[in-house]
């Protein structure tokens, strides 16, 4: 359903632009901090796409890093860096995931368990729970319901970088909001992919959390505020496996 074939690259070059990896990234570093993990953890990262995050933990200093990602094109674009050395990933969907080594951490940034529909939702978080360590840490972000649902509402927002022109179109229904992502280049190249995002309420998530053996240490707005505004996109959560 969420292939990331044609928009890796576009998604690669310009989603920075929309969120900063760098909140996650001290947001990530700061749990750690609280929670006992140290750089010599071992941390996957679930729809690690082309790999910036992990990227960005090895300059940090983390040693045993690990992704994985459903799409081969985003894989590809994350094995381009040769910086990667030492980082090992995994084309495929988390679902179908299983590992002899436990993590310590497990992390899931920028909307990757929105891409889960519902009926999916438990297996996925069992599975995160699976293959962390006792007291491992699951680090993940969903998108506020009310912020797709005003997403939903505008319909598009197009936007143009250089001499790029980007457009998102929305299609809003009760359970998903389908984001129709679309590029055209100076050329006239266009390309243009579908994407659908599961909206979820906090309380469904935490219950499912709950369900599947999490505890929720700590939950964020944005990864940067302690209560939501009518501005917030993301709710943040670090969960301990209980
Ligand atoms: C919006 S991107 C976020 C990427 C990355 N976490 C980041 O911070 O930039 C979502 C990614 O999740 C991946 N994804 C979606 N469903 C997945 C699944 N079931 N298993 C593994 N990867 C998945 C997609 O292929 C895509 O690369």
Same mark, same amino acid.
């Given at each position: 359903?969420?292939?990331?074939? &044609?928009?890796?690259?576009?998604?690669?070059?310009?989603?920075?632009?929309?969120?900063?990896?760098?909140?996650?990234?001290?947001?990530?570093?700061?749990?750690?901090?609280?929670? +006992?993990?140290? $750089?010599?953890?071992?941390?996957?990262?679930?729809?690690?796409?082309?790999?910036?995050?992990?990227?960005?933990?090895?300059?940090?200093?983390?040693?045993?890093?690990?992704?994985?990602?459903?799409?081969?094109?985003?894989?590809?674009?994350?094995?381009?860096?040769?910086?990667?050395?030492?980082?090992?990933?995994?084309?495929?969907?988390?679902? #179908?995931?299983?590992?002899?080594?436990?993590?310590?951490?497990?992390?899931?940034?920028?909307?990757? =368990?929105?891409?889960?529909? &519902? $009926?999916?939702?438990? +297996?996925? !978080?069992? #599975?995160?729970?699976?293959?962390?360590?006792?007291?491992?840490?699951?680090?993940?972000?969903?998108?506020?319901?009310?912020?797709?649902?005003? /997403?939903?509402?505008?319909?598009?927002? @197009?936007?143009?970088?250089?001499?790029?022109? /980007?457009?998102?179109?929305?299609?809003?229904?009760?359970?998903?909001?389908?984001?129709?992502?679309?590029?055209?280049?100076?050329?006239?190249?266009?390309?243009?992919?579908? @994407?659908?995002?599961?909206?979820?309420?906090?309380?469904?998530?935490? #219950?499912?959390?709950?369900?599947?053996?999490?505890? @929720?240490?700590?939950? =964020?707005?944005?990864?940067?505020?302690? !209560?939501?505004?009518?501005?917030?996109? $993301? =709710?943040?959560? @670090?969960?301990?496996?209980?």
């Amino acid at each position: 359903m969420n292939s990331y074939t &044609k928009i890796a690259a576009y998604y690669s070059k310009f989603s920075s632009l929309f969120f900063s990896k760098k909140d996650i990234l001290r947001f990530i570093e700061k749990s750690f901090l609280n929670f +006992g993990d140290k $750089k010599d953890c071992k941390i996957l990262d679930i729809g690690c796409a082309d790999a910036k995050l992990l990227f960005l933990l090895k300059r940090r200093g983390f040693e045993k890093l690990y992704g994985i990602d459903i799409s081969l094109k985003m894989i590809e674009l994350a094995l381009k860096r040769t910086f990667l050395k030492g980082i090992k990933l995994y084309n495929l969907n988390f679902l #179908n995931f299983t590992s002899r080594k436990k993590f310590d951490a497990v992390l899931c940034t920028m909307d990757v =368990v929105n891409h889960i529909p &519902k $009926k999916e939702i438990f +297996g996925f !978080f069992k #599975n995160a729970n699976t293959i962390l360590k006792k007291n491992g840490i699951f680090i993940f972000d969903i998108n506020a319901k009310e912020y797709l649902q005003k /997403l939903g509402k505008r319909r598009f927002i @197009v936007k143009k970088i250089g001499g790029t022109l /980007l457009r998102w179109k929305f299609s809003l229904n009760s359970r998903y909001l389908k984001i129709n992502f679309s590029v055209r280049e100076k050329n006239g190249e266009n390309v243009s992919e579908d @994407v659908y995002q599961f909206i979820y309420d906090e309380e469904f998530i935490e #219950n499912a959390l709950k369900d599947c053996g999490f505890e @929720v240490l700590k939950k =964020v707005y944005d990864y940067r505020l302690p !209560f939501k505004t009518k501005f917030s996109s $993301k =709710v943040c959560y @670090v969960c301990k496996k209980s």
